[in-house]
């Protein structure tokens, strides 16, 4: 592998060399941002006038799509985004092009928020870089600052217990005319892994073995489970999916009819957009449970990989460089995703003073420094509940609880039963 790395270094290198031009295909999965890209890449260009980028943009739902199939066909764009959700599965498949000698040579970690960056690794956390994280995102708990302050309740901080929440919970779930009927729950949740995860971290718990092959609900993540549970199904603090039917649920809490909610800093936009001037919000970090031990960060990347079967690794490491740092613009990153690279994230246009959560946003930035914990697989989709339809998932067991179809002790069996059969598909 190294001697055909070689190869491909000296063959790219001499190409440069004698001002032959080198055309690099590229593929990202945003037409949205079609135009910032096709900026960048002029820049680029000028900056290395023996380098031609062809950028195609794909909508989101068909990115993978098409991209496996020019797997398949060995005709891999040269560049292309990569997920922290399939980065192992084509790492595992020699699909990508190991980067680290690249990394080494080139790269000061010290200028990126580097500790998102191991889920990008093969094997995960210990071995070598397969793609290169140009933005990060974690998750927060939102919060209605107006309802906090009619409540009488002090905004949450960051040493917040589960008790303290409780009790916010509950004061901070109103029925505001009398009707009989709730018209501002205290939370809103259900099974989705950004509504719970960070739960079960911030309680010392976890999901999956160290070596990440065995599901596992430790006893520390089956508290955190039945803690939320309980906020639905025995304090009435949190509606059901039915009591919430035809609002996606996103737009939950912007709307008013929850006054805290756990979802990723990605949602900051359609906060604001949804809600504008009707009342004040915040962020904070989920609460510590009775197991916390320290604070942890919900946090994975999205990146930039090459193809191992580039005929110009040199060219496209250097344009892989460009595209996931310097050569991005704030306006690239909306509300909260976080660019990977520092000197972007603390520029003031991207803290965004002037709109809401104002100062808070900043949060993001100093959780972006903690432990990092995520728990991306392979069959990471089927084993949450988001592949096969025959398969429950993790999402689906705590729904079907919240729905009465299972006891609790039913949806954990299940779960970890098909988890298993998942993770021993793609890992014996």
Partial sequence: MKQSLLILLVLSAALLMFGQTITLEYWMWDPAFREQEQRAINAFEAENPGIKVNMTALEPSDYWTKLSVMAAAGRLPDVFNMSSGYAEQWAADGLLLNIQEYVERDIDMEDYFSGVFDIFRYPQETGPLYAFPFAWVTTCMFYNKDAFDEAGIAYPTDDWTWDEFLAAAEALTVDKNGDGFIDQWGYWWYGRYANLDQWIYQNDGDLLSECRTQFVLDDNALEAIKFLLDLTLVHGYA????????????????????????????????????????????????????????????????????????????????????????????????????PSLKALAYDEAWLELDKQPGEEKGKILEWGTLKIKNNFTMGWSEWRGYGAAETLGLNGAIDAVIHGDMTFEQAISRVTREAQAVLDRYYK
């Fill in 239 to 338: 509606p059901t999916i039915a009591e919430v039917t035809g609002i996606r649920q996103q737009d939950v809490f912007p709307l008013g009819m929850a006054a805290m909610w756990t979802d990723g800093v990605w949602n900051i936009e359609n906060i604001r957009s949804i809600t504008g001037d009707d009342f004040r919000w915040g962020i904070a970090r989920v609460p510590r449970g009775p197991q916390w031990v320290e604070d942890v960060a919900y946090s994975w990347p999205d990146g930039t990989a090459i193809a191992s079967t580039t005929q110009h690794a040199e060219a496209a490491w250097k344009f892989l460089v460009h595209i996931t740092g310097q050569g991005k613009t704030i306006d690239e990153y909306m509300g909260g995703k976080v």
